[in-house]
């Protein structure tokens, strides 16, 4: 069984790769690092259009980690990263869709109940992109349990107020 890693690069104005997806198709290695609240500022400073030789991560703050499975590096101050083999690369005008399979995956202790193996939500609150300059925080969850065929045709029997 196989855990597969899907990334949207976009390109820089011009059709240019950026340097992430072409260290990606040249290395066929690479390594996704998901990014909490205490560390979103440095994540979007990393995006800055620094030099090809310039290292934006170290430039930034975040400590370099090797990888268990492949050569790129991880960062250490990261809650999780998955170390991954391209798998395939999908061109399309202006972007790169990357499919990896993960090879290793680092999680951050206290994010994971060690009864469960699941995800601890009140210690892992992720930030994620929406577009542009927008992010969003997991800062409220909330559980919503999947009902068996029979539970839905009765809940669908129930009359509702409304």
Sequence with gaps: ???????GLQHRAGETRKDTTRNILETREFVVNLVDAPIARQMVDCAVEFPAEVDEAERVGFTWQPSVTVRPGRIAETPVAFECRL???????????????????????ACIDPVTLRVRPESYRPVARMHGDNYVIAESWFELPKLSYEEWCADRETPREG
């Design 1 to 7: 069984l196989a855990w597969m890693l899907i990334l």
């Design 87 to 109: 798998e395939r690369a999908v061109e399309f005008p202006g972007r790169c869709i990357v499919f990896g399979e993960i090879g290793w995956m680092h999680i951050r202790d």
